[in-house]
């Protein structure tokens, strides 16, 4: 099994930044892929940014230029900072772990950070 410890989220003003952090602890391959979902209420879970153990990374249209995410391999942690944040960032923020092993998938959700853009 994995867990997560989520933190960074909270209330921001339109323009303002942010950083929400994500670390996982558990039996976790070398390679796998972290990285942020976000979803609001009634709406589908979106893909923001992930990042591979390699540090290649993949951002959502919405926040390129503005999110970046960074990872600390050791202690499986990931990071993503948001600048320039809008009241359509306004969300709950998961982490998730994904990696394969063996021809089968694996994913895994953390509780949520809830982050708020607002004036």
């Known amino acids: 099994q994995v867990q997560f410890v989520e933190s960074g989220g909270g209330l921001v003003l339109p323009g303002g930044t942010l950083t929400i952090s994500c670390a996982a602890s558990g039996v976790i391959p070398t390679i796998n892929t972290m990285g942020w979902y976000r979803q609001v209420a009634g709406e589908q879970r979106e893909l923001v940014a992930t990042?591979?153990?390699?540090?290649?990374?993949n951002y959502a249209d919405s926040v390129k230029g503005r999110f970046t995410i960074s990872r600390e391999n050791t202690g499986h942690s990931v990071h993503l900072q948001m600048n320039d944040l809008k009241p359509e960032d306004t969300a709950l923020y998961y982490c998730?772990?994904?990696?394969?092993?063996?021809?089968?998938?694996?994913?895994?959700w953390g509780q949520g950070t809830q982050v708020t853009v607002s004036s």
């Open positions: 998730n772990l994904f990696y394969e092993f063996e021809t089968q998938q694996y994913t895994y």
């Open positions: 990042i591979t153990t390699i540090g290649r990374t």
